[in-house]
């Protein structure tokens, strides 16, 4: 790729040959991401194209400050949770305890004999709102505050489905033992 510099000060000029380049270097790694948010492919390249425009809506604003692959990942996220929070209706829950039932030891413990691929299957499964929480704690790293604040859902409402996805992943991982037992 020529100077990345360059090609995002092209890009802030509206330099449609900078904007391909760009695009074309991107695109496969955002999808990547995309996939890992969305239910499926379809999904994934909407938002996938949304992102793009909003990068390049708001390219001026990059600085040079930071690592531009973290600004445009930045950006692809919070385009996935805008189009997931306009889909889905948001549910609160009184009280976390009810749902908080695994340790993460007890879900490691089933993963050790499963390849990545395996896994990365499992997640793809799980319901949308469960898998968005899920990857934003354990992919991106956020809190359960700062799920709460971009989401617009209580932290009980986050921690809620965070355990609720780990128990379907764990549910799911058990299943997926007795299988390779009863096959073996």
Known sequence: M???????LQCQKNNPKAQKILYQN???????????YCKDRTEAEDNLQE?????FNNIHKFRFEGVFEGWIRRIMVNTII?????KN????????????TETYEDLEEN??????????GLIE????????VFNLYALEGLSHQE????????????????????????????DKTQQKIQTA
């Open 82 to 86: 805008e189009s997931f929070r306009k």
């Open 51 to 55: 992102g793009f425009i909003k990068i």
């Open 111 to 120: 993963t050790s004999v499963y390849s990545t691929k395996e896994l990365l």
């Open 89 to 100: 209706p948001v549910y609160f829950v009184d009280s976390i305890e009810d749902y908080i």
């Open 147 to 174: 799920i709460s604040d971009v989401l617009g859902i209580s932290v009980g409402t986050s921690k809620s489905n965070l355990s609720r996805a780990r128990k379907i992943l764990k549910d799911k991982l058990t």
């Open 26 to 36: 991107f695109s496969p790694w955002l999808f990547g991401v995309c996939i890992q």
């Open 125 to 132: 499964s799980l319901p949308p709102k469960y898998k968005l």
């Open 2 to 8: 020529k100077d990345l510099n360059e090609i995002i």
